[in-house]
T-cell receptor, first 113, second 115 residues
Framework: AQTVTQSQPEMSVQEAETVTLSCTYDTSESDYYLFWYKQPPSRQMILVIRQEAYKQQNATENRFSVNFQKAAKSFSLKISDSQLGDAAMYFCAYTGANSKLTFGKGITLSVRP | DVKVTQSSRYLVKRTGEKVFLECVQDMDHENMFWYRQDPGLGLRLIYFSYDVKMKEKGDIPEGYSVSREKKERFSLILESASTNQTSMYLC??????????????FGPGTRLTVL
């Protein structure tokens, strides 16, 4: 079975600085997809970024980028120029052939003004 | 914009009651999912459905059942609510078209308290 591990429960970043959220996963599949979801306080969960395992190039969406290390099974999220609106819980997630998402436990990110 | 709605944001029920949580999506998505979210545990899949009248167990189906009579609606049923089912329940939907790459779109959640 696939597992997703987010070992840090909380992180804090100064506004305008860069922060990296860590995620590792375990799978025996060769073809899969990885996601970062954001859940702002009392708001709906939304997709931040996704990565196909067969692509070597790291995905980027504006201030959000990933560092995907397939051999190490690591999938970290980098947020550049952090903004107050980035404060949220972030979940790393995995999906493979069965289309079911497996989530990590999440990390709460706070942004200091 | 994709819209996933859930019937209630907050719900308080008593032990032993039958509880219905409703989810509706407006994007003609084939896939629908029910998760529960608990602090320190992340999201765990309860049930999912790939099509009308189809359902499959997720990782924690015990104590729950589901119904999908129409494509846009997916209901989660707690046959006899217990205090350990106090949680946040999230519904999500996604399209079949691109398979596993399809983004799941989430509803706002229902915070259920069982007394």
């Amino acid at each position: 079975a696939q597992t997703v591990t987010q070992s840090q429960p909380e992180m804090s970043v100064q506004e305008a600085e860069t922060v990296t959220l860590s995620c590792t996963y375990d799978t025996s599949e060769s073809d899969y997809y990885l996601f970062w979801y954001k859940q702002p306080p009392s708001r709906q969960m939304i997709l931040v970024i996704r990565q196909e395992a067969y692509k070597q190039q790291n995905a980027t969406e504006n201030r959000f980028s990933v560092n995907f290390q397939k051999a190490a099974k690591s999938f970290s999220l980098k947020i550049s120029d952090s903004q107050l609106g980035d404060a949220a819980m972030y979940f790393c997630a995995y999906t493979g052939a069965n289309s079911k998402l497996t989530f990590g436990k999440g990390i709460t990110l706070s942004v200091r003004p | 914009d994709v819209k996933v709605t859930q019937s209630s944001r907050y719900l308080v029920k008593r032990t032993g009651e039958k509880v219905f949580l409703e989810c509706v999506q407006d994007m003609d998505h084939e896939n629908m999912f029910w998760y529960r979210q608990d602090p320190g545990l992340g999201l765990r899949l309860i049930y999912f459905s790939y099509d009308v009248k189809m359902k499959e167990k997720g990782d924690i189906p015990e104590g729950y059942s589901v119904s999908r009579e129409k494509k846009e609606r997916f209901s989660l049923i707690l046959e006899s609510a217990s205090t350990n089912q106090t949680s946040m329940y999230l519904c999500a939907s996604s399209s079949h078209e691109a398979g596993p790459t399809d983004t799941q779109y989430f509803g706002p959640g229902t915070r259920l308290t069982v007394l």
